[in-house]
């Protein structure tokens, strides 16, 4: 599958490989995070979270790693699909109020 | 999960002037946000619209550019004021339950300053 190290702005697959999206968020204080899928002409949709208390937590094709002591996030995407192409955003509670995005990441799916 | 619906979808307008975006949820909420996506990029937090008392604004926006109004918990509009293309921007209503859950949001408003 592909993999990036760091954060990039985009991430092209073959369908039916393993995707990988990092994440890298500023504020040791943020206990909950959330990765968002957004389409075009669409808002940003919940793919899945995890809390500080946790490092791993899977879904649907869906896999969250969050390491804490580097602050950084990973969203894998099993199987990749052409409908998983979309922009994902990584986003983390900071003080309890209102969520905060990092950067987003392309991610296109050839057939 | 909550519905939301924001109007307009779109917009066009000239520069100077201002356009009001609303944002109506099928259900009471506890916080009502607005960000902004400039084109190709991520979203950034306007403001935090409370209910019956001024918005929280963040760093670099501010009240007399965003007026936001938020009169019960179901309903929240922001205007985009005196307008220039550097404006141009998806605008998106977030809405939350409850604090650190998750944040739904609407499909947002594209405007386009000309």
């Known amino acids: 599958g592909e993999s990036v190290g760091l954060h990039l702005p985009t991430l092209s697959v073959q369908e039916g490989d393993n995707s990988i999206i990092n994440c890298a968020y500023s504020?040791?204080?943020?206990?909950?995070f959330i990765w968002y899928k957004q389409e075009s002409g669409k808002g940003p949709q919940f793919i899945i979270d995890?809390?500080?208390?946790?490092d791993k937590r899977q879904g649907q094709r869906v896999t969250v790693l969050l390491n804490k002591t580097v602050k950084h996030l990973s969203l894998q995407i099993a199987a990749t699909q052409p409908g998983d192409s979309a922009v994902y955003f990584c986003?983390?509670?900071?003080?309890?109020?209102?969520?905060?995005f990092g950067k987003g990441t392309t991610l296109s799916v050839s057939s | 999960s909550a519905v939301i619906s924001q109007k307009p979808s779109r917009d066009i307008c000239q520069r100077g002037t201002s356009l009001t975006i609303q944002c109506q949820v099928d259900?009471?909420?506890?916080?009502m946000f607005w960000y902004r996506q400039q084109p190709g990029q991520s979203l950034t937090l306007i403001a935090t619209a409370n209910q019956g008392s001024e918005a929280t604004y963040e760093s670099g926006f501010v009240i007399d550019k965003f007026p936001i109004s938020r009169p019960n918990l179901t309903f929240s509009t922001l205007t985009v004021s005196n307008m220039s293309p550097e404006d141009s921007s998806i605008y998106l209503c977030?809405?939350?339950?409850?604090?650190?859950?998750?944040?739904?949001f609407g499909q947002g408003t594209r405007l386009t300053v000309v």
């Open positions: 995890i809390r500080s208390n946790m």
């Open positions: 977030s809405v939350v339950r409850a604090l650190n859950t998750e944040a739904f």
């Open positions: 986003a983390e509670y900071q003080a309890g109020t209102a969520l905060i």
């Open positions: 504020n040791s204080a943020s206990d909950y």
């Open positions: 259900s009471q909420v506890t916080m």
